[in-house]
């Protein structure tokens, strides 16, 4: 079975600081999304990635920049985190389109003071 | 555009009741219809999908869902549950060929013992 790993497990920034959450899948799966979970609220999506080097937005891409430089690994940067903004982000990845099953990582918890 | 609404946000059992969570859907074409479970502290896990045949779906731990056409509805079901079923489930939508999962808001499911 594979995993996927996500750094830091918590990050807590200060406005307007540019902040990357990590992402590393050893699956070999193409596909990697980046998913943003606010309380009460379903995921939102934010960046997905069909292959190495490719980049595709999502419905909540404005404020995000995503990198997606290796297969095995689809990173996230804040651009400017938001004062008092609290979200977990979640990193998925699938075989192919998203109609096959999608992997999670255990979330990055950001706080931004 | 496709949504998924889930109206429970909280539903409260006993261990050893059934349980029936709730997902209707708005599209209109060809969608994968899946149900995933995240556990506190954890990212999210792939429970079941459907896309067509059989209504009447099997995952894993005993949950089934089934599809309905006619009420737009992929509800998920256990016949008894167990207090390690507590957790949030979200239900999602993707079309045929997309690359994009909409999820709903989730439903926690808490069981008492």
């Known amino acids: 079975g594979g995993i996927i790993t996500q750094t830091p497990k918590f990050l807590i920034g200060q406005e307007g600081q540019k902040l990357t959450l990590k992402c590393q899948q050893n699956?070999?799966?193409?596909?990697m999304y980046w998913y943003r979970q606010d309380s009460g609220k379903g995921l939102r999506l934010i960046y997905y990635s069909i292959t190495e080097n490719d980049l595709q937005k999502g419905d909540l891409s404005e404020g995000y920049d995503a990198s997606r430089e290796k297969k095995s690994s689809f990173s996230l940067t804040v651009t400017s985190a938001q004062k008092n903004e609290m979200a977990v982000f979640l990193c998925a990845s699938s075989m192919g389109i998203s109609n096959e099953r999608l992997f999670f990582g255990h979330g990055t918890k950001l706080s931004v003071l | 555009t496709q949504t998924v609404s889930q109206s429970d946000a909280h539903v409260t059992v006993f261990e050893g009741d059934s349980v029936e969570l709730r997902c209707n859907y708005s599209y209109g074409g060809s969608i994968y219809l899946s149900w995933y479970i995240q556990h506190h502290g954890h990212g999210l896990q792939f429970l079941l999908k459907?896309?067509?045949?059989?209504?009447v779906v099997q995952g894993v731990n005993g949950f089934e869902a089934e599809f309905s056409k006619s009420d737009s509805s992929f509800h998920l079901r256990k016949a008894s549950v167990h207090w390690s079923d507590s957790a949030v489930y979200f239900c999602a939508v993707t079309a045929s060929g997309s690359w994009q999962l909409i999820f709903g808001s989730g439903t926690q499911l808490t069981v008492m013992p």
């Open positions: 699956f070999n799966h193409d596909t």
């Open positions: 459907y896309y067509s045949g059989n209504p």
